[in-house]
Nanobody, 123 residues
C-alpha cells in the first residue's frame, strides 16, 4: 500500500511564497504521474497542476500558470509545488495525488491521495 504525505503548508502574506512537498512511502511512485489539487471552503476540489513520471511534462491550471511550479525528485520519491506571488484566493487545503496517467489527474481521478495541507494567504 502506498501513501502520500503533504507538508509545507502555512500562513503567508499576499505576494509571498511557499513550497509544498509530497512524500511517497510504501511503494515507489517513480512511474506515476503526480499532481496537486486544492479545495477552498465551500468550493469543489480543483486541479492545480501535474507532472508526468519523468518530470518532462507539466500541466497547470490557468489560475496558477506563471506563479506555481511543479517538480519531482524520483530518487527521493517526492514531488514539490513551488508557489510564488501568492494571492488570498490561493487559500485552500492542498492535496497531492498520484496516478498512472496525467490525463486522469487532469480529470480529477487518482489512485492515491494525500491527507492535505492548509495554505492560508492573508491580504
Amino acid at each position: 500500500q502506498g501513501q502520500l504525505v503533504e507538508s509545507g503548508g502555512g500562513l503567508v502574506q499576499a505576494g509571498g511564497s511557499l513550497r509544498l512537498s509530497c512524500a511517497g512511502s510504501g511503494r515507489s511512485f517513480n512511474l506515476y504521474a503526480m499532481g496537486w489539487f486544492r479545495q477552498a471552503p465551500g468550493k469543489e476540489r480543483e486541479f492545480v497542476g501535474g507532472i508526468d513520471w519523468s518530470g518532462g511534462s507539466t500541466s497547470y491550471a490557468d489560475s496558477v500558470k506563471g506563479r506555481f511550479t511543479i517538480s519531482r525528485d524520483n530518487a527521493e520519491n517526492t514531488m514539490y509545488l513551488q508557489m510564488n506571488s501568492l494571492k488570498p484566493e490561493d487559500t485552500a487545503v492542498y492535496y497531492c495525488a498520484a496516478d498512472g496517467r496525467l490525463t486522469r489527474l487532469r480529470m480529477g481521478m487518482s489512485d492515491y491521495w494525500g491527507q492535505g495541507t492548509q495554505v492560508t494567504v492573508s491580504s
